[in-house]
Every structure is written in C-alpha cells, then in structure tokens.
C-alpha cells in the first residue's frame, strides 16, 4: 500500500499555530470567514480505492472509478496515484481520515463519514436470472412468477427489504455484503450459482449485476428494478467523498463534474451501469451521456423511459 504523505506536517503545523494566534477571537460576524486548512495535495490526485472491487477499482486500472479518477485528474491537470485498502471496516479511517489521500470515488450520498461532493451518477437495485428458465420477460418483484423461488440476496441490502415487502423471503439463499474482496466475491458466486441452478435468481446492486452477469459463463440477464411500487427506495445518488472540512477541495471536485458530467456518463454506460435521472421521484433511465449535471430531463435528450429487460450490455 502507499502510505506516503506529501504536504510537509512542519508547515501546516506552523500555519495552523499561526491561525490560532491571529484568530484567537474571531467576532462572531466574521468567524464563518476562517479559513480552514486542509492537507489536500496539489500536485497530485490522490485516490483512495480498493486494490480487488471490480467493477468499480482494481490495481490494474480495469474499473469504472478508475477511468472516472482519470477524468477528474486530466480535467485539473494532475497525476493520478493511489493509496490501496480494501473496502470494508477501516477503509475511511485508514485511508482518507489518515490523510494518505484526498478522494474517494464512489461514497453513498449522505453518509458522514465523508463530506459528499455533488453526485456523479444515480443507480439501482437489479433482479438477475438465466434466459430460458421460466423467467423471461420478468420486470418486478411483484410478479407472481418469482413467488416461492429460491433467490439469492445481500444481507441487509435495500433490495432486500423490497423483496421482503413482496413475500420472497421464504427461500431466501443469502451473500455477504461486506467482505475483503481480494479473497471473497459474494456477487460472482450469486451469478455462478444461478447458471448452475441452484437459485432461481438474485437481487443485487445494479452496478454490480451488470458487470459480474457478463462474465465467466453464458451472459445473465439483467433488469433494473424501476417498475416496482417502492422501486424509488432501492435507488440511490453516489458521489465522490472528500475529508470533513475540506470544502473547497469539495467545490473544485463539484466544478469537475459539472463540467465532465457526460465525460462520466460515457464510462458508466460503457460499464453497463443502470444510470437514473437525478430526481427522487423519477425512475427514468439515462440513455446516453448528459451534458450536464443538470441536462436530466427527456427534453433535453438526455434520458428516456426505460426499455424492456435484456442482457445488459457488455462491459470493456
């Protein structure tokens, strides 16, 4: 792992005793004006990431968050390094808290363990199963045709909680969530086990499903999971997570994606991930990149309802 710190501990420690002394006592009118310090390197783009997380990080480059962490450092200009953990308990505390590096990827939006950036895509729970085993055509977890199957879930995850709302737990064949993926791959047993036959189907994360449905045997179909009554509380907006503080680095990186939104878009599809309009409401499907972060809407070409269920598309 690289744990190597580039901003001098010397100088930030003179800068900070240097802001206590001048701001000693701030009137109340001018304290929010303080300007905090931060150990955000300028020279390079440091990432923390997971060495084994495909289809989101690997060591090799392969993942999306690795094109997207190219994106942001071509668009300031900066080299892009890592600092490797895996992503389980500890990853923030180890990596981004301990200042080895400046940015996480990909972080679930509201979560305070980081200061999330503008989101970078909006994605959602997808049900998997093989074509030709009495499944086909399948869009809800409502429809009957699931009722009394054996079907593969992430313990604890939001898909779930849908399917229990639905009566699918009864047969319910369960995965790790949290795992050191550099020896354990919960979502590549899901897909081996449903082509073997011995469940039915699985519920899983749609950035996940696509990329692990495609590969090391015949091509697992698909479905977003968007026609469900309740379908809105499986989709979730993932942004990029910076240190707590560090708010102009957050800005800077909210700048970034405003500007290569599309950029991002075309790395997501490339990957297969389900990609959904930035609305709450909404479970309109994004079709093509955006220009924008705020170019979501059909009227501006950058979305469109979504199509029927179909192998997702293969990934690079």
């Known amino acids: 792992m690289n744990f190597s ?54 060591q090799k480059g392969e993942g999306f968050e690795n094109k997207i962490a190219n994106i942001i450092g071509e668009e300031l200009k900066l080299p892009v390094v890592y600092t490797w953990f895996p992503k389980a308990t500890g990853f923030v505390r180890m990596t981004l808290n301990a200042k080895r590096c400046d940015l996480v990827i990909g972080w679930g939006q509201g979560d305070d363990m980081v200061l999330n950036t503008n989101a970078i895509y909006r994605s959602t729970t997808a049900l998997i199963y093989k074509k030709g085993t009495g499944l086909d055509g399948v ?3 409502s429809d009957p045709r699931l ?19 639905y009566g699918l737990m009864a047969n319910v064949h369960g995965y790790p969530m949290i795992v050191d993926r550099r020896y354990a791959n919960p979502a590549e047993d899901m897909m081996n086990d449903i082509r073997k036959g011995d469940i039915a189907a699985g519920i899983l994360w749609g950035p996940i499903a696509a990329y692990w449905a495609q590969r090391d045997g015949d091509p697992l179909v698909v ?57 709450d409401t909404s479970t309109e499907m994004v079709t093509k990149p955006r220009t924008s972060a705020s170019a979501e809407s059909p009227a501006t070409g950058g979305a469109s309802t979504a199509a029927s269920p179909s192998p997702a598309a293969p990934t690079p």
Request: glycine fraction near 8%; include cysteine.
């Open 5 to 58: 710190i580039s901003t001098p501990a010397l100088a930030f420690g003179m800068f900070a005793l240097a802001a206590a002394t001048f701001f000693a006592f701030p009137s109340s009118s001018n304290a929010a004006d303080v300007p905090k310090a931060d150990l955000v390197n300028r020279k390079e783009l440091r990432v923390c990431a997971d060495p084994a997380d495909l289809p989101f990080s690997n």
């Open 139 to 141: 869009e809800t977890l």
């Open 147 to 165: 009722r009394g199957k054996t079907i593969g879930m992430q313990q604890g995850s939001a898909g779930a909680t849908l399917a229990a709302k």
């Open 223 to 279: 479905v977003p999971l968007v026609k469900d009554a309740g379908a809105s509380r499986i989709a979730f907006r993932i942004t990029m997570g910076v240190r707590n503080g560090d708010d102009n680095w957050k800005r800077t990186l909210n700048d970034v994606i405003r500007k290569r939104q599309g950029d991002i878009d075309k790395v997501l599809l490339e990957y297969g991930v389900p990609l959904l309009v930035d609305d």
